[in-house]
Every structure is written in structure tokens, then in C-alpha cells.
């Protein structure tokens, strides 16, 4: 069971440069969503998605770009990495909307900005 | 808006020590209450939740209960081991307030139990 994967774990970033973070889960899932996670402020939610070709903004989007083409994959792209934007990202999904369901969680991709 | 505060950690403790972590939230509609477990190097995963009014969750030793009149979700557990080392985060999903179809998290609360 792969459930939900994230692609890279781990990346190092000029500021300036672009990147897409990869999330891809295998559980038929309409709803995904992005959260990133600071040092003491809990996860933020960035970008989420009620289903193929759905987005909408979080509390944090400013910065970032997603798109949902199939049901499956959701990726993160940062347009102009920012030293604000080192932090570690989280892919989540849930087969309804969150209200009463349980969220699936990838491992996490840290990323660094310099 | 909705938001979730939860006690300031780190907390420390020794292994079959009595565990509580405060939660308590604001919310505007009808919120679901979550606890999520994140240990060491993974991502978070559900422990247990509570979809209305005096409903107690329970998982792994663990327990909640969702009271309105205080909104508090804290949680407990009677004898902790080792390995529930990990961070624990409260969380609220509000179907009628402006948070819908999203979850609010609290910051975290780092738990460490030693042998």
C-alpha cells in the first residue's frame, strides 16, 4: 500500500529558483491538499482540492501555484523560492471532504531556501 | 475565524506517568475534533476523533472527549509508554463555519517519555 507519496524528501534551493514539490496517492481520493509546517505554528494549509480539475486557496498561498489534472497526483510548484518559504511540506488526502474524515498523510518534503 | 491553541510543550515524562494535553478551540459552526500523532521522521497520522458533543475518542490507550460547553478536546492517557514519544497535534474541521472542508490545526505539543 503506497498510499500518499511525495517526491523529493529532501531539496536545497537558490532563492530565485523554481521547484515542484510531487504528490501522488493511490486510494481514489477526491480531496488532496498541501500544509506546510513551521516551528511552532502547527501546519498552514497552502493550496487544497475537492477533485480533478477543483483548486482553491488556503490560509497560506501567496508564493505558490497547484493544479489537480487528475485524480491522483497534486503538485506544489514555488514560482520564486524565499527564504520564507524553508520550511517542511506535507501532502494530505481524504476520501471525502474533511469535515468528518480522516486525513492521509505523506512523509514530507523538506525544503530548503538559501 | 476558527483556531485550535494547545498547551505550550515541550512535555516530559516518565514511562506509566499520567499524560494530559490541553486543547481547547474556537469555532463558528459545527466542528469535528482530531488528534493527530506525528513520530519521528514521518507524517502525521489520525489517533482519534470526535464528530459532536460529549462523543469520547479513543485509540491506543488513548482518549477525548469533545465538550462544548468548555470547547476543550483534551487529551489523555492513563499509563505512557516510550515509544508515544512523538508530536501531538489538536485539530477542528467546522462544516458550518468558514473553515469548511478544512482542517485548523493547533501548533503541536512535543511529547518525549523516558524509560
Known amino acids: 500500500n503506497a498510499g500518499v507519496t511525495q517526491t523529493p524528501k529532501f531539496q536545497v534551493l537558490k532563492t530565485g529558483q523554481s521547484m515542484t514539490l510531487q504528490c501522488a496517492q493511490d486510494m481514489n481520493h477526491e480531496y488532496m491538499s498541501w500544509y506546510r509546517q513551521d516551528p511552532g505554528m502547527g501546519l498552514r494549509l497552502i493550496h487544497y482540492?475537492?477533485?480533478?480539475?477543483?483548486?482553491d486557496q488556503g490560509e497560506v498561498p501567496n508564493g505558490y501555484n497547484v493544479s489537480r489534472s487528475t485524480t491522483e497526483d497534486f503538485p506544489l510548484r514555488l514560482l520564486s523560492a524565499a527564504p520564507s518559504q524553508t520550511s517542511v511540506y506535507f501532502c494530505?488526502?481524504?476520501?471525502?471532504?474533511?469535515?468528518?474524515?480522516?486525513?492521509?498523510f505523506g512523509e514530507g518534503s523538506r525544503l530548503t531556501v538559501l | 475565524g476558527d483556531s485550535v491553541t494547545q498547551m505550550e510543550g515541550p512535555v516530559t515524562l516518565s514511562e506509566e506517568a499520567f499524560l494530559t494535553i490541553n486543547c481547547t478551540y474556537t469555532a463558528t459552526g459545527y466542528p469535528s475534533l482530531f488528534w493527530y500523532v506525528q513520530y519521528p521522521g514521518e507524517g502525521l497520522q489520525l489517533l482519534l476523533k470526535?464528530?459532536?458533543?460529549?462523543d469520547k475518542g479513543s485509540n491506543k490507550g488513548f482518549e477525548a472527549t469533545y465538550r462544548k460547553e468548555t470547547t476543550s478536546f483534551h487529551l489523555e492517557k492513563g499509563s505512557v509508554q516510550v515509544s508515544d514519544s512523538a508530536v501531538y497535534f489538536c485539530a477542528l474541521s467546522d462544516w458550518g463555519g468558514t473553515s469548511y472542508g478544512k482542517l485548523t490545526f493547533g501548533q503541536g505539543t512535543i511529547l518525549t517519555v523516558h524509560p
Open positions: 470526535a464528530t459532536k458533543a460529549d
Open positions: 482540492s475537492v477533485g480533478a480539475g477543483i483548486t
Open positions: 494530505a488526502s481524504s476520501y471525502e471532504a474533511v469535515g468528518t474524515g480522516e486525513l492521509f
